[in-house]
């Protein structure tokens, strides 16, 4: 049974025959008081909760009455109803344990979506089982590895894969955040559907619009014609927002309206477009901490982490590191016509003691650059030794400023001056050094001010 609580009659009347015509169990609450004379009979498998039912329009009566509900029952999954203005109410109640919010105007189809979905995500959680077990439930032929770690992600992206959860993949660079993302797609009801990537790092926020919302012929000096954004690719499909913790705030503000909305207008438009997307995010940032400093929305970040997965660095599944490596090498046998490679069983066993900073985007290189350069089939200790000391290897340990000397934002700063100037201006090579994209050092290099005069730039 759901149960809506809200004064206006009107209201609840609209939301019964919604949901009872959507095969729900509905009953309607006008007051706290009618509210708990029918929590004291029975137990709702879901609240819908408007925060302004009354006069009032602050929120907080509606606020007490959700920690009222939470306290009696803190397992009833409550969705809180609510105006745009009043969002920053909405981020409180998500504190306060409500699953997800919705705002005033709602579609009906997504204020379905998310009930099933909140729904579906309070089913208790059953253990993870072996990797046999979820290649039989799941497909999941692209993610290697036996790690404890790795196999509560894959049943935890495996049973939210069918829901339409907003998710928020972390982690490392290198660590198979994008693997991840297509996992979840390949295994949702939108397989079939447009899988669209777009990677916020590489992004200018003067292209921002343009490049995920389109734009029509006129809008702007060079556009000459319409063009179609990277949302309306995704339509019925799912989009994925690597990089996100690079995006500055006036871009988050404009992505927050087209996924709390689900509407959203092309640059040099001004007729409104509905978009069915599946969201899911990724960054190697950590982005509580940029909430805290007041560099990400916090309700934003409260939009897009529903579930959050965090993917462990290499280093710490050492046991899947000769997994990772015999799959390489056995996909470079094909690529290479060297149907004889393996790797020796001492390689694997040295291989798992690398600290690969760089996770498996680094083994990967390393595997490949040593079966180019070796010439023996059986790929052993030291031929690895020879390509890991070419170009992999980490650096000797050099001092770094004192905790509390300098601050994070300062290093960087640092870093890409002298990057700049050991490169020569040349972008391209000073990204490849810090380990970013152009675009990313592009943003980076506008938001420090930094000058430089390159043909290349």
């Not at 319409?226 to 705030?249: P, Q």
């Not at 579930?307 to 462990?312: A, W």
Request: neutral net charge.
């Amino acid at each position: 049974m759901l149960l809506i609580v809200d004064d206006d009659l009107a209201i609840r009347t609209s939301l019964v025959l919604l949901l009872k015509k959507e095969g729900f169990d509905v009953r309607g609450a006008g007051s706290p008081e009618e509210t708990f004379e029918i929590l004291q009979a029975v137990t709702p498998e879901l609240i819908l909760l408007d925060l302004n039912f009354s006069i009032e329009t602050s929120g907080k009566e509606g606020m007490h009455l959700l920690q009222r509900i939470k306290r009696h029952n803190a397992a009833i999954p409550v969705i809180l109803i609510t105006g745009w203005g009043t969002i920053d109410l909405a981020v409180r109640g998500m504190k306060e344990g409500a699953a997800d919010f919705v705002t005033k105007p709602w579609q009906n189809d997504y204020l379905i979506q998310s009930i099933r979905t909140t729904l579906n995500l309070a089913k208790p959680v059953p253990q993870a089982g072996s990797r046999r077990k979820l290649d039989q439930q799941y497909h999941f032929e692209n993610i290697v590895g036996e790690d404890a770690k790795l196999l509560d992600i894959l049943e935890t992206i495996g049973r939210v894969a069918s829901t339409d959860a907003p998710v928020l993949i972390t982690g490392e660079s290198g660590t198979g955040k994008e693997l991840i993302a297509e996992a979840i797609h390949s295994n949702s009801r939108r397989k079939l559907r447009p899988f669209v990537k777009v990677n916020l790092g590489g992004i200018s926020s003067t292209l921002f619009e343009s490049e995920l919302f389109g734009h029509v012929r006129g809008a702007f000096t060079d556009a000459k014609s319409d063009r179609t954004g990277r949302f309306e690719m995704a339509h019925r499909g799912t989009i994925f927002l690597d990089e996100i913790g690079e995006l500055d705030l006036s871009s988050q503000v404009k992505l927050l309206r087209v996924l709390q909305e689900r509407t959203f207008e092309p640059l040099g438009s001004s007729k409104s477009r509905t978009v069915d997307v599946r969201v899911i995010c990724a960054t190697n940032r950590n982005l509580e901490e940029m909430v805290a400093q007041g560099t990400f929305r916090e309700d934003l970040y409260y939009r897009i982490n529903l579930i959050t997965v965090k993917l462990p660095a290499l280093r710490e599944r050492p046991d899947d590191i000769p997994l990772l490596s015999a799959f390489f090498a056995d996909n470079l046998k094909t690529i290479y016509n060297r149907p004889d490679l393996t790797i020796s069983k001492a390689a694997l066993k040295w291989l798992k003691t690398l600290p690969l900073q760089g996770n498996i985007r680094q083994l990967k290189n390393l595997v490949e650059r040593t079966v180019l350069l070796a010439t023996n089939n059986v790929l052993d200790i030291d031929d690895f030794q020879r390509n890991l000391n070419a170009g992999t290897a980490t650096a000797p340990h050099k001092a770094v400023p004192e905790v509390g000397s300098i601050t994070l934002e300062e290093m960087e700063f640092q870093m890409i001056v002298r990057a700049m100037q050991y490169h020569q201006n040349k972008v391209s090579k000073v990204a490849r050094s810090l380990g970013i994209t152009r675009f990313a050092l592009y943003r980076r290099l506008e938001k420090f001010g930094i000058s430089f005069d390159s043909e290349e730039a």
